[in-house]
């Protein structure tokens, strides 16, 4: 949601804010802008809307030169997507260009104050409001741009990722942040940095970053150690803590896929197997997980595990639940993170509070931790990107280690997590001698196949391409699950609903007779997740309910079922697992199914209408 690009060194700036939008573009965006200051002072803002391309297109014969710059793509909030919203937004004077992810909230009563001090303002946002503001503050009590910022901040209520130039001052940028993330990227000895929403965009630069906490504002010149202070305490300077980080840049290419979300989809065997990487000891039979020797006496002593996430993650979390309250006896609540923050809900010190978040920097997700970290309780975070507010702000926690996931609709990641939740729940399971020694390595060697078996059901991609394109002109869909597979009927309605626009819902299959079942007619297409379980029998009975109805069926089996195969209008097999570890492989088809309806109907896979990647305001 949102990105930030900027740059201040020896080079060009303007290639390395165009490559870092584009390498943004995932995140989701309506507009494009880029702010680019020369050497005698002289600023340039150049704005478009619609895609990073139409940017280029309208600078192509532009002078582009200047080794100082700020880029933004934007993801409405205030105002219609237009050229005059897009960021980066001047200052009354046009001295200062801003760049800002997050809401400001209070910016009406601020806006309403500026005004009367005769200030104009030409666009709809909350942005142009900040800017002005910081010029006010910079013009009144005449400071230099650093702390012109960090006091204008202090006014301001909401979220905030923010770099801002000055054309007086050509050797420097501002940048703070306030629940949304910014990076900073150091070049060898300091001759360079570079701004971004996440380390994705400069890894191609340098691999030493500094992640901005929460109200803190960083002044940057070339040449300069970064000075960093606080809100709270604008005298004192922080030193900046860099971190090194390892990317594989091959890995965020397409690798001759024709989208990322395929390519992500095809990416699981390997993904699933990182992720087990030196946690799943085969030959020994054991699973080994730092945050259990760690903090094991909390864990072992847990009242209670609270869930918080939000869309994908949130449907992993359910499959966690199932998996914690049946290997490790202890009960599980899944909470959505934006209900949970706001509900005065009752956590105890023994609570053990899970955040599951594929950036790290879900807004609610983070907010529903901080909040458990207030009440005393262990804050365990699950998440793939390393570095991120989510696994900065955890007690501890375990990285799902997926790579980057580009494609918008989460695929990847979410098998990651499971997996995760998975080894989680086995290893502390046992090691509370709640689980058989029996089942434990049955769950090990079977968790061990899981790569080879997900390939499987990838080679049957032309299959189910086939049936994918029966759903085409589909205008509602139904997903139905029981038990494990609930979340996964789930999971697969939201991803058809996220890249192709048909209307879809998950349900467990029993509660369809409760209301759903009065949309079941011979244009409702009914897709059911009917692999061989303890309640295969009923979800059977479920099926000829909408048989009697007409209804259309795509049904998920295990390989050899004869039972669902004779009802069935259109069936996809997949190996037999255990039980608890079916949602790893009946998710694929659902998965494929998604993308191949998107690709049918010509629509855009990797970045579907109105959603962002990363969801970093509420």
């Known amino acids: 949601m949102c990105g930030i690009v900027g740059y201040i060194g020896g080079r060009q700036a303007f290639p390395i804010l165009i490559g870092g939008l584009k390498r943004l573009e995932y995140r989701g965006y309506d507009s494009a802008g880029v702010a680019l200051l020369s050497s005698d002072g002289g600023m340039r803002v150049y704005k478009e809307k619609g895609k990073v391309s139409n940017l280029e297109e309208r600078v192509a014969h532009d002078d582009l030169s200047g080794s100082v710059g700020i880029a933004h793509t934007r993801w409405a909030t205030h105002g219609e997507p237009s050229s005059v919203n897009a960021h980066p937004h001047l200052s009354e004077s046009g001295r200062l260009a801003l760049v800002h992810n997050g809401i400001i909230e209070n910016y009406a009563n601020i806006k309403e104050y500026l005004i009367g001090k005769g200030y104009h303002f030409k666009s709809s946002t909350d942005t142009e409001v900040l800017v002005q503001l910081i010029e006010f503050v910079q013009q009144r009590f005449h400071l230099d741009l650093g702390l012109a910022v960090l006091y204008a901040l202090r006014r301001v209520v909401g979220a905030y990722a923010i770099a801002v130039l000055d054309r007086e001052h050509p050797d420097e940028v501002i940048c703070a942040r306030k629940s949304s993330p910014l990076v900073v990227g150091v070049g060898e000895n300091n001759s360079e940095f570079f701004l971004a929403s996440d380390a994705l965009p400069i890894v191609g630069y340098t691999k030493h970053i500094v992640y901005l906490n929460d109200e803190e504002v960083a002044v940057i010149r070339r040449g300069e150690e970064i000075a960093i202070r606080n809100l709270s305490n604008s005298r004192d300077v922080v030193a900046a803590d860099v971190h090194d980080v390892d990317i594989d840049l091959d890995k965020l290419e397409k690798g001759g896929y024709p989208h990322y979300m395929l390519k992500e989809i095809f990416d699981q065997p390997r993904c699933i197997s990182d992720c087990m990487r030196g946690r799943l000891l085969l030959s020994e039979h054991k699973i080994v997980l730092s945050a259990i020797q760690l903090h094991r006496e909390q864990l072992m002593n847990a009242g209670r595990f609270i869930i918080v996430a939000c869309g994908t993650s949130w449907h992993a979390g359910l499959i966690g639940k199932q998996m914690l309250e049946q290997f490790c006896d202890v009960p599980v609540e899944v909470e959505y993170a934006s209900e949970f923050r706001y509900r005065n ?274």
């Open 345 to 618: 809900p009752v956590i105890r010190q023994d609570d053990i509070v899970i955040a599951i978040s594929q950036s790290g920097e879900t807004a609610d997700t983070l907010a529903a931790f901080n909040l458990a970290k207030e009440h005393g309780a262990l804050c365990f975070g699950i998440v793939n990107s390393v570095g991120s507010s989510i696994a900065r702000a955890s007690n501890t926690g375990i990285y799902i280690h997926v790579g980057p996931e580009i494609g918008v609709a989460s695929t990847k990641a979410f098998t990651g997590q499971v997996t995760v939740l998975t080894l989680f729940a086995l290893a502390l399971g046992y090691e509370k001698g709640v689980l058989d020694q029996s089942v434990y390595e049955r769950h090990i060697e079977e968790l061990s196949l899981i790569p080879s078996k997900i390939e499987r059901i990838l080679s049957q991609n032309d299959h189910i391409r086939d049936i994918a394109r029966t759903l085409t002109y589909a205008r509602n869909t139904l997903y139905m699950g029981r038990g494990m597979n609930y979340p996964v009927a789930l999971e697969g309605a939201l991803k058809l609903k996220e890249i192709s626009y048909i209307h879809a819902e998950g349900y467990p299959a029993a509660e369809m007779k409760h209301g759903p079942i009065a949309l079941v007619d011979e244009n409702m297409p009914v897709v059911f997740v009917a692999t061989h379980h303890r309640l295969y029998k009923k979800i059977i009975s479920n099926i000829q309910e909408v048989i009697a109805r007409n209804g259309r069926i795509i049904a998920v089996v295990s390989e050899g079922d004869h039972e669902v195969k004779e009802l069935a209008s259109w069936v996809i097999e997949i190996p037999e697992t255990l039980e608890t570890l079916v949602p790893l492989l009946s998710v694929i088809p659902l998965q494929l199914i998604a993308y191949h309806v998107a690709v049918v109907k010509g629509l855009n896979v990797d970045q579907p209408r109105n959603l962002a990647k990363s969801v970093t305001v509420e």
